[in-house]
C-alpha cells in the first residue's frame, strides 16, 4: 500500500477553453498594434516619469511581453499563464486570464466502459471586467452550504470571488451573474483566500471562524465569514427574484470589512491568515519584557490576536498581530451610503426651487467615478525572517495552521514553524514549485493494532511539492519525515490546493455531514485529467524499525506474485512460502494468507504446501506468542484442503462395490412402468433446445478456492457448508455426490469421507436432492440406473449418526424424510421429485420394516403416519408431472402469451382451491384454443371429431402433422381432466378461461377478440349461479367505466365518435368501441337470462380432490362468483337497452344522443350497481321522446337494409377473429329492433311497415313479401306501397331513358287521373328504381289484396294493374 494518483474527474472542451481567452492574441496584431503606436506617438519620456512610477511600468511591460509570447504557439503552456481556481468540492473550475474567464462545472455522463465518470464542461464564459484597463488578479470559488435540514454535506451553490488590478473585488455565481462589487483598496489585488469552520481535534484548540482575506501591496483586507455568507445569499436571492418580476436590481450595501495597513516590510508577495491564537502566560511576559522592559504591565489574561504571516522581501517573512477588539470594522460606508442618500433628496428638492438642475449628472458622474475608500488601520509587524537577497513567492498554510510551505526565487522550498516563527526545514532544487498539504486520517483498521487503541484517531500530514521544472511531484512526511511518494507527471500541471471547505457551517449545522472535498488536486492541461493523490496513514509512520509498513510491503508483494501470469506453479509455491513466513504481524499474515486461498490460479498442491508450511511454523513458535484465530484458520484450511482431494481421488477411481439386489426396490421398475408414459411425454416436451453459457453449465469442476468458501469449519472440528447462492449450492452438490449418482464414485466411501470430515448428514441430504433434481435431463436419460443409484445413496446417508433419530417411533413423522419429502414437494422439476419420492417411499418403508422386525411384529404390516404421507405425496406428485407436460406444450407462433408456469405441490397449494384451473386456463389462453374445441374436449367427442376431420384432410403432411399435434394436446388435456376431475370439471375451466381472457383484454383494449371469447366461454358454463356471478364480475370490474366513458362520448358528440375521440375518451379505437359495445349487449344478456333460470336450478356445491384437500389460498374465481349478491333484472335489462342502442348507433353510424332516449329516471339509474334497486322509468312516456325512439329505430331499419344489399360489406370475417356479431349484415337486427321498440313504447307495426317499403324501396321484393306477413294494419301498408309502385312505374314510362314504343303508346292509352297521378310521382325517392316488371306486377296484385274495396284508392289499383299487365304484354312482344 503506497501512494497513488487516482483521476476522478477529467475536463471537457479544452481547446474551446484555450482558444477563447487567447483568441485575439495572435503576433501579427500584437506586432501592427505595437508599430501604429510607435508612429501615432510622441516622445513624452521628459514628462511621464515624473508621474508613472517604476511599478506600472513593470506591469505593463510585463503584460506586453506576455501578449507576445503567449500566442506564439498553441501547444505552448498557457495554463501557467491562467489564474485557475477550483471549488474543495471539485465541481467547479475557474480560469481566467486579463478580462476573460470561462466557468466549468460538474456534470456525469456514461464512459465507454459503461460507467458513469464525472466530467467538467464549460458552462459559462465571457468578459468579467468593467473598469477600463483592469484585469483579473486572482479568483477563488467558494462553496456555499446549504441551510436545509436535510442537507448531507453537498454546497447549495458556489460564489466566484474575482479580484482585479483596479482595486475591485467583485462577486459572481456559477452562471456569470454579478452579485456584489466593492472597491476595497485602490492597488491591485494581489491574493485572495478563504478559511472556513474546522471542528476543533483537541478540547484545547482555539475554534476558528470563518474568514475572507484580500491582499494589496500595502493592505490586507479581511472580511468576516458569516457576514459575508449572509450577504452573498441577501444578493443571490434579489437577483433570482429580480430576474423573475423583469424589474432592476437594487444595489446592495457594502461589506463590513478591517484594513490593515501592513508596514515595516519592503515588498508583499502572499499572504497567510492563520486566524485567532492566544499566548501563554510565560510567551506574554516574555513579548511584554521585550517590547516594554523591566517595569512593563502584564494584563491578568493573555489577548486574543489574529496571526498574518507574509512573505516577500524585507524581511523574507514578516509575522503581524492584530489584537482582537482594538479595531472596530470600517462602517463608515454604510453610513456615507445613507448619508448620500439624504443628502442628494434634500438636494434635489432645493433645487427644484433653486434652478440647480444643470450640473446633477455631472457631479453623480464623478462621485461614481472615484468612489471614497476608507485608510488603513497600521499594522506594525512584530518579527520577521530577514534574508536580503531572497524574495519568498509564495506561502501555503496547512489544515491544522501550525506549518506553512514557502517558495522563493532561488528555488527554495521553506517549512516554517507558525507557533515558533522559525524555519524548521528547507529544500532545494525546486523553482517556481507549488504547494499543497495533505492531512490523512487513521484508518480503523490500523487503530486496532495501535498500543493507544482507546484514544481518537490521529492525523498525519503530508507536504505536496509540484516541480514544474522537472515534471515531478513529491509527497514528503511532516514535520521530519522522508519522502514517501513521487510521481513522474507532465511540466504543464497546475497543483490546485484550496485550503478551506464549505462557508456558512458552524458546529451545530456540520452534525451528522460528510464533507464530499478533495484536499489537493492535479490539472494536466495536455489530457485535461484532474487527479488526486491518495496516501496511506501508515507512511508517516514508514521507517527501518517499523514491521508494520514492512509487514505491508510484503503484502503488497505477495499480491503481486498471485497477478502474475508468467510464473508456474513451483515458483508461485516457492516465493509465496517464503514471503508469508517472513511477515510479522498475525493480522497481515492472515492477510496474505486469505488472499492465497482465495487465489484462482493457485493449485491445490501449492495451496496445501504453503499452509501446510505456515501451520508448522506457528506450531514450532511459543503458545504465547501465537495468535488462536491464525492458527485455527491454517488448520481448518488444511483440513478441509485435504477433504477436497480426497473427494478428488474417489471421483477418479472406479467403482468397485458390488451392486447387491436390494429387497426394498423389488417393486421400484412397476412403479417405473406405470408412470413411464407421463415421464416420457415430459421429457420430450422439456428437452427442447435453450441457449446456456459454459460456465452455467453443471459439469464445471468446482475450483479448491470455491470449495474452501462454502464450507467453514468450527473449532469443535464440525464442517458447516454455508448456503449463498442456489448456483454455487448446486456446484458443490455436483462435485460431491454427481459421480455416485452416475455409478462412477463408490458411494458408500465418498459417505465415509464426508462423514469423518464432521458434515451434518442433513446439509449432505439437501446437497443430494438439490442435485438431483437439478441433473432431471440427465436423470431422465437412464432412469432405472439413476434410480438405484440414488437410493444406495440415501440408504447409506441415512445410516449416518445424526441422521434418523434412534428414539423415532415408526407411527410419528420423521425429520429426516421429512426433509425429503419437504425439497420434492418445492421442486418445480416434477419428473426427478417423483422419482425422488418413489425411492424415498421405498427407503422409508424399508427402515420401518427393520425397525418393526426388530420390535418382534414381522408378521404384520408396518403402517404408519409417514408411510402415509409419503402415499398422499406421490399421488400428488404425479398429478403434478401430469400438469406440468401439458404446460409445457409450446404455443402456436404469433400468439400471446408469457413464460411457461412452473408448478409444484406448493405453488399449487399456495393457489388455493383455483390454483389448478387457473393455470390450465392461462395455458389455454397461450393456446389460442377456441372455446368449440375446448367444450368439444370436454365432452370426450374430440377423438371421433379428428377421426372425421382426418378423413377429408389428406391433402399434405404439414396438415398431417398439425392434426398429430392437435390430437395429443387434446390427449394430454384429457388426461389432466381425468386426474383432477373436481378441480377441473367443465363449468369451474370455463370460468377461469372467461376471467383470464377479460384480464387479457383489459390489458389490451384494442383486442376486442379477447373479450369476444371472454364472452364465448361464458355461455359455455351450464350453472346460472356461476354464470351470474362472473358476468356481475366482469361488469362491475372490466366493463361498466369503459362503457359509461362511451355512453357519455357519444351523448356529448351526437353522433358515432371518430378514432381520435374513442382513444382520447374510452382507450380502444372506433373499431375496437363497436365490438366492445356489441359483447356488452351479449353479456348483458347472459346476465339476464342466468338470473331468470337462476331459482329453477340449485346452487352448484364445489369439492377438490381428496389429496389435494389442504390447498390454502386465494379464494378462486368460482368461490368468488357464488359469493356475489344477486342483480336486479329491470336495471339489467334497462343497461342492455342503452348497449344495445350504442350498439347500432355504431354499427350503422346514426347521428343520435343515445341518453337523450330516455326521462331523467332512466338517466340516473344508468351505471350504477346492478345489485342495487333503482327507481326505473314506468307509465307511459313522453311523446317527444317516443317519436324520437321510433326515429332512431327506423334509422337503423334503414341502414340495415342498404347494409344486406351492399357489395363493400360482404367481405366474410376470417373465422379466428369472429366478433359478437356479424356487423350491419346480420339477420337478427330487425327482430332486435322489433324488441326494443316494444319495450321503449313504440309501435312495432310502424317498424314493420318501414322495414317492407324499405326493403321493396331497396329492390329486395323476396324479403319484402317475407316482411309483409308480421304486419298487423295491411291498408295502411297497402296505401304505402300504391305510392312505390307508382314511383316503379314512373320511373320506367316517364323518366327512362330506353322507352319502348308500346311504353309510349301504353302512356297515351293512360286515363288522364292516373297520367297525372304517376307524372306528379318522384322515382328518386327509390334507391333501386329499375326493378324487373315481373315483380312490379307480383307487387300490384299484393297490393290490391291488401286494400279493401271501399277504399279511396282502390279503383287507382286496379287502373295500374291494368296498365302494368299492358306494359308487360307489350314487353313480351
Known amino acids: 500500500m503506497s501512494c497513488s494518483l487516482f483521476e476522478f474527474c477529467r475536463l471537457q472542451e479544452l481547446k474551446t477553453v484555450r482558444d477563447f481567452l487567447f483568441q485575439n492574441q495572435s503576433k501579427e496584431s500584437v506586432e501592427e498594434k505595437t508599430q501604429t503606436e510607435n508612429e501615432l506617438s510622441w516622445d513624452t519620456s521628459d514628462w511621464e516619469s515624473g508621474w508613472d512610477n517604476d511599478e506600472n511600468k513593470e506591469e505593463d511591460s510585463a503584460s506586453s511581453t506576455k501578449a507576445e509570447e503567449e500566442p506564439s504557439g498553441q501547444n505552448q503552456p498557457w495554463l501557467q499563464d491562467c489564474v485557475v481556481s477550483l471549488s474543495p468540492c471539485a465541481d467547479l473550475l475557474v480560469v481566467a486570464r486579463e478580462q476573460k474567464a470561462v466557468f466549468l462545472s460538474a456534470k456525469w455522463r456514461t464512459g465507454d466502459s459503461g460507467k458513469e465518470e464525472m466530467t467538467l464542461a464549460v458552462t459559462w464564459s465571457g468578459h468579467l471586467s468593467t473598469e477600463e484597463g483592469e484585469r483579473v488578479s486572482s479568483v477563488i470559488a467558494i462553496p456555499l452550504a446549504s441551510q436545509k435540514r436535510s442537507s448531507t454535506g453537498r454546497p447549495d451553490w458556489t460564489c466566484i470571488v474575482v479580484g482585479f488590478t483596479s482595486g475591485y473585488v467583485r462577486f459572481y455565481t456559477e452562471s456569470g451573474v454579478l452579485l456584489l462589487a466593492q472597491l476595497l483598496h485602490v492597488d491591485p489585488v494581489l491574493r485572495l483566500k478563504c478559511r472556513t469552520y474546522e471542528i476543533p481535534r483537541h478540547p484545547g484548540v482555539t475554534e476558528q471562524h470563518e474568514e475572507l482575506s484580500i491582499l ?20 443571490r436571492n434579489q437577483v433570482a427574484r429580480a430576474a423573475a418580476a423583469g424589474s432592476d436590481v437594487v444595489p446592495p450595501p457594502p461589506l463590513a470589512y478591517k484594513k490593515w495597513g501592513l508596514q515595516e516590510m519592503d515588498t508583499i508577495m502572499d499572504h497567510s491568515s492563520v486566524g485567532v491564537m492566544t499566548l501563554c502566560v510565560f510567551d506574554q511576559m516574555k513579548n511584554a519584557s521585550i517590547l516594554g522592559g523591566f517595569h512593563a504591565s502584564v494584563k491578568g489574561s493573555p489577548p486574543a490576536m489574529s496571526q498574518f504571516v507574509t512573505v516577500g522581501a524585507g524581511p523574507y517573512a514578516g509575522f503581524y498581530y492584530a489584537v482582537e477588539g482594538n479595531s472596530q470594522p470600517l462602517l463608515s460606508h454604510v453610513a456615507l451610503a445613507v448619508a448620500s442618500k439624504l443628502t442628494s433628496a434634500l438636494f434635489n428638492a432645493a433645487s427644484g426651487w433653486l434652478g440647480w438642475n444643470k450640473s446633477r449628472n455631472e457631479e453623480e458622474a464623478a462621485q461614481k467615478q472615484k468612489p471614497k475608500v476608507e485608510p488603513a488601520t497600521p499594522l506594525g509587524i512584530r518579527f520577521g525572517l530577514p534574508d536580503s537577497r531572497r524574495h519568498g513567492e509564495s506561502i501555503c498554510l496547512s489544515p491544522c495552521n501550525t506549518l506553512a510551505g514557502v517558495t522563493d526565487d532561488f528555488g527554495r522550498v521553506t517549512l516554517l514553524d507558525l507557533a515558533r516563527g522559525v524555519a524548521i526545514r528547507m529544500w532545494k532544487g525546486y523553482r517556481d514549485a507549488q504547494l499543497g498539504w495533505l492531512q490523512v486520517q487513521e484508518e480503523r483498521g490500523d487503530r486496532e493494532f495501535s498500543p493507544s487503541a482507546s484514544l481518537p484517531r490521529r492525523h498525519a500530514l503530508f507536504l505536496i511539492i509540484y516541480a514544474p521544472r522537472r515534471g515531478i511531484l513529491e509527497v514528503w512526511a511532516m514535520q521530519r519525515g522522508p519522502r514517501v511518494g513521487a510521481f513522474t507527471v507532465g511540466k504543464h500541471c497546475r497543483l490546485l490546493y484550496a485550503g478551506y471547505h464549505l462557508m456558512g457551517v458552524n458546529s451545530v449545522t456540520s452534525q451528522g455531514w460528510q464533507l464530499h472535498t478533495q484536499q489537493v488536486c492535479l490539472l494536466d492541461p495536455t489530457t485535461g485529467a484532474l487527479r488526486t493523490i491518495n496516501i496511506p496513514f501508515h507512511l508517516a509512520l514508514s521507517d527501518k524499525k517499523n514491521e508494520r509498513a514492512r509487514d505491508m510491503h510484503l503484502l503488497k508483494k505477495v499480491s503481486a506474485i498471485l497477478k502474475s501470469r508468467d510464473m508456474d506453479s513451483d515458483s508461485l509455491e516457492r516465493e509465496t512460502k517464503s514471503v508469508l513466513l517472513e511477515i510479522k504481524h498475525p493480522a497481515v499474515k492472515k492477510q496474505a494468507l486469505e488472499s492465497l486461498l482465495s487465489n484462482r490460479n493457485a493449485p491445490v498442491s501449492c495451496l496445501t504446501n504453503v ?8 506450531k514450532q513458535q511459543d503458545s504465547n506468542e501465537v495468535e488462536a484465530s491464525l492458527l485455527q484458520l491454517c488448520s481448518s484450511q488444511l483440513k ?45 416436451l422439456s428437452s427442447r433446445p435453450s441457449v446456456s453459457f459454459a460456465q452455467d453449465s453443471p459439469d464445471t469442476p468446482l475450483s479448491a478456492q470455491a470449495f474452501l468458501t462454502q464450507l467453514e469449519c468450527a473449532e469443535d472440528g464440525e464442517v458447516k457448508v454455508n448456503r449463498r447462492s442456489d448456483a454455487e449450492w448446486n456446484q458443490l452438490g455436483n462435485f460431491m455426490f454427481w459421480g455416485c449418482l452416475c455409478g462412477k464414485s463408490p458411494t458408500h466411501k465418498v459417505c465415509d469421507t464426508l462423514q469423518l470430515a464432521g458434515i451434518s448428514p442433513q446439509q449432505l441430504l439437501s446437497l443430494v436432492m438439490s442435485v438431483w433434481l437439478q441433473r432431471e435431463k440427465e436423470v431422465l436419460q437412464k432412469p432405472v440406473e439413476t434410480v438405484r443409484n440414488l437410493h444406495s445413496l440415501l440408504i447409506a446417508l441415512s445410516n449416518m449418526d445424526g441422521a434418523v433419530e434412534e428414539s423415532w417411533d415408526p407411527q410419528s413423522v420423521s425429520p429426516w424424510w421429512q426433509q425429503v419429502r419437504f425439497t420434492c414437494i418445492q421442486s418445480h422439476n416434477a419428473a426427478a421429485a417423483l422419482l425422488a419420492a418413489l425411492v424415498a417411499h421405498r427407503a422409508a418403508k424399508a427402515s420401518i420394516t427393520s425397525r418393526a422386525d426388530s420390535k418382534l411384529q414381522a408378521e404384520w404390516e408396518a403402517v404408519s403416519l409417514e408411510l402415509e404421507q409419503w402415499v398422499v405425496c406421490v399421488r400428488q406428485l404425479e398429478d403434478v408431472l401430469v400438469l406440468q407436460a401439458l404446460l409445457l406444450v409450446p404455443s402456436p407462433q404469433g400468439t400471446a402469451g408469457g413464460a411457461v408456469v412452473q408448478c409444484s405441490i406448493k405453488t399449487l397449494q399456495e393457489g388455493g382451491r383455483g390454483g389448478i384451473a387457473d393455470s390450465v386456463s392461462k395455458w389455454v389462453f397461450r393456446q389460442n384454443m377456441a372455446p368449440e374445441r375446448l367444450k368439444k374436449i370436454l365432452q370426450r367427442k374430440e377423438t371421433q371429431d379428428t377421426g372425421d376431420q382426418r378423413k377429408q384432410k389428406e391433402d399434405g403432411e404439414e396438415t398431417e402433422k398439425c392434426q398429430e399435434e392437435a390430437d395429443r394436446t387434446a390427449e394430454l388435456l384429457l388426461a389432466v381432466c381425468q386426474r383432477f376431475p373436481d378441480s377441473l370439471s367443465p363449468d369451474l375451466l370455463f370460468a377461469n378461461c372467461c376471467w383470464e381472457y377479460v384480464v387479457q383484454w383489459n390489458k389490451d383494449p384494442e383486442e376486442g377478440r379477447y373479450l ?17 356471478g362472473i358476468s356481475t364480475m366482469m361488469w362491475s370490474t372490466f366493463i361498466v367505466k369503459r362503457f359509461s366513458a362511451a355512453a357519455f362520448l357519444m351523448e356529448k358528440v351526437g353522433k358515432a365518435p371518430k378514432d381520435r375521440l374513442c382513444r382520447r375518451d374510452v382507450g380502444i379505437g372506433d373499431k375496437a368501441m363497436t365490438s366492445f359495445l356489441g359483447c356488452c349487449v351479449q353479456l348483458l344478456q347472459i346476465l339476464m337470462e342466468a338470473d331468470s333460470a337462476m331459482e329453477e336450478i340449485p346452487a352448484p356445491e364445489l369439492s377438490v380432490e381428496e389429496v389435494w384437500s389442504g390447498a390454502e389460498g386465494p379464494a378462486s374465481i368460482v368461490e368468488l362468483a357464488l359469493e356475489q349478491r344477486g342483480v336486479h333484472y329491470p336495471l339489467v335489462q334497462h343497461h342492455w337497452l342503452l348497449a344495445s342502442i350504442l350498439h347500432a348507433a355504431m354499427s350503422f353510424s346514426i347521428k343520435v344522443k343515445p341518453l337523450s332516449l330516455f326521462d331523467s329516471k332512466g338517466k340516473n339509474a344508468f351505471f350504477r350497481d346492478l345489485t342495487t334497486i333503482q327507481l326505473m322509468p314506468s307509465g307511459d312516456m313522453d311523446p317527444g321522446l317516443v317519436s324520437l325512439r321510433q326515429e332512431f329505430f327506423l334509422r337503423v331499419l334503414t341502414g340495415w337494409v342498404q347494409a344486406i344489399d351492399d357489395p363493400s360489406c360482404s367481405s366474410p370475417r376470417p373465422a379466428s377473429t369472429s366478433l359478437p356479431s356479424d356487423g350491419p349484415k346480420a339477420d337478427w337486427w330487425p327482430s332486435l329492433c322489433m324488441d326494443l321498440g316494444s319495450l321503449l313504447q313504440v309501435n312495432p307495426d310502424i317498424l314493420r311497415r318501414h322495414l317492407v317499403c324499405e326493403l321493396y324501396s331497396q329492390g329486395l321484393d323476396l324479403r319484402a313479401e317475407e316482411a309483409i306477413l308480421q304486419v298487423e294494419d295491411k291498408e295502411v301498408l297497402g296505401s304505402h306501397l300504391l305510392v312505390l309502385t307508382g314511383q316503379r312505374l314512373s320511373y320506367s314510362l316517364l323518366h327512362n331513358q330506353n322507352q319502348t314504343q308500346a311504353a309510349m303508346e301504353l302512356l297515351a292509352r293512360l286515363p288522364p287521373t292516373l297520367c297525372t297521378w304517376l307524372k306528379a310521382m318522384d322515382p328518386s325517392e327509390l334507391r333501386c328504381p ?18 279493401p274495396e271501399n277504399h279511396a284508392q282502390y279503383s287507382l289499383a286496379l287502373h295500374l294493374l291494368e296498365a302494368v299487365d299492358v306494359l308487360s304484354l307489350s314487353t313480351e312482344d
Open 216 to 235: 494589496y501591496p500595502a493592505a490586507l483586507v479581511t472580511i468576516d465569514g458569516f457576514s459575508l455568507f449572509q450577504s452573498l445569499r441577501a444578493c
Open 1330 to 1347: 329499375l326493378v324487373s316488371l315481373p315483380k312490379t306486377t307480383r307487387l300490384v296484385s299484393r297490393l290490391i289484396e291488401m286494400l
Open 640 to 684: 478441509l484442503l485435504q477433504l477436497y482431494s480426497d473427494i478428488q481421488q474417489l471421483q477418479s477411481a472406479a467403482d468397485s462395490e458390488a451392486c447387491s439386489a436390494n429387497d426394498s426396490l423389488e417393486g421400484i421398475e412397476e412403479e417405473l412402468s406405470r408412470v413411464g408414459p407421463a415421464l416420457q411425454r415430459y421429457a420430450q
Open 1012 to 1028: 369476444f371469447v371472454a364472452v364465448e366461454h361464458l355461455k359455455s358454463i351450464t350453472s346460472p349461479h356461476i354464470q351470474l
Open 611 to 618: 499452509t501446510s508450511a505456515l501451520h508448522d511454523a506457528l
